[in-house]
């Protein structure tokens, strides 16, 4: 367990995988990272005809949406066609052989690669419920955007519980290009501190964005796609092994609002 993987975390939120390209996004990830799929949007895409009659459901809510001249109709569509791509899930073999990662509500519904710790879903359980709380709390997006929110959600506490593999979420922009990543925007409201990366992550990320380059992700940037990786440090919690039994879903939410969610452009 403690050789470097071959093939780092990557955690594709639904701001991705729900965009124009996010499908072909998925397939050319899978070629150099385990690519992991948080647990609502793995529901999503496991029924999206419960979604396509009001794909705007599941359009983000951005910060200044209103001054940015967004156009979130057409945000609205992409999603819709996006959705009936990954409508073919369960029946198209080459889809479903697509080598995702992701944690159910029981054991035998998860699917999790060689090189990560058996406890994962209980830390990620407990990450989920409090970072659940501080979300309801807050009450931003609600409840117009509950599934938006519980994606979110459950993408920063994946990416929170695989920590100590080096794991990142990768999302992207608005189609302005500006702003934060709207992930951040719903992690900032719930209370949960998020910053641009120093120097827009430096040398240190140059490997991230080698891997990239590798895994073919370039034609998405020439397309108008501007991708972000966003990486998530929560203190004062395990890092291995099984969840913190001292803390109840508001301690968690403390600790949530002690996080260091970091964001650059690759």
């Not at 359980?125 to 599934?147: F, K, N």
């Not at 702003?179 to 719930?190: E, Q």
Request: hydrophobic content about 45%; overall charge negative.
């Amino acid at each position: 367990m403690w050789e470097r993987a071959r093939r780092p975390p990557c955690v594709v939120d639904a701001r991705l995988a729900l965009s124009r390209h996010g499908q072909l996004s998925i397939a050319r990830l899978a070629r150099d990272f385990h690519v992991w799929v948080p647990q609502e949007l793995h529901r999503v895409l496991r029924d999206t005809r419960s979604h396509l009659a009001d794909p705007s459901r599941l359009v983000p809510r951005a910060y200044c949406a209103s001054l940015r001249e967004l156009d979130m109709k057409s945000e609205a569509d992409v999603i819709g066609e996006e959705l009936a791509q990954w409508d073919r899930l369960p029946e198209e073999d080459d889809l479903a052989s697509l080598p995702l990662f992701y944690l159910g509500e029981r054991a035998d519904e998860c699917f999790m690669s060689a090189d990560v710790d058996r406890r994962l879903r209980e830390r990620c359980e407990q990450l989920q419920r409090g970072l659940h709380h501080a979300m309801t709390r807050s009450g931003y997006d609600l409840p117009r955007g509950e599934i938006v929110s519980a994606c979110i959600r459950d993408a920063a506490a994946l990416c929170a519980a695989l920590e100590p593999y080096g794991a990142f979420i990768l999302t992207r922009l608005e189609s302005d290009a500006e702003g934060n990543p709207t992930l951040c925007d719903y992690l900032d409201a719930w209370g949960v501190p998020t910053a641009e990366a120093p120097d827009s992550g430096g040398p240190g990320v140059q490997w991230l964005r080698d891997a990239l380059a590798r895994s073919g992700m370039a034609p998405l940037a020439w397309a108008g796609i501007q991708l972000a990786a966003v990486h998530v440090i929560v203190p004062g919690f395990p890092v291995l092994g099984s969840r913190d039994k001292g803390l109840d879903d508001d301690a968690v939410a403390r600790v949530w609002a002690r996080a260091a969610v970091f964001w650059h452009w690759v």
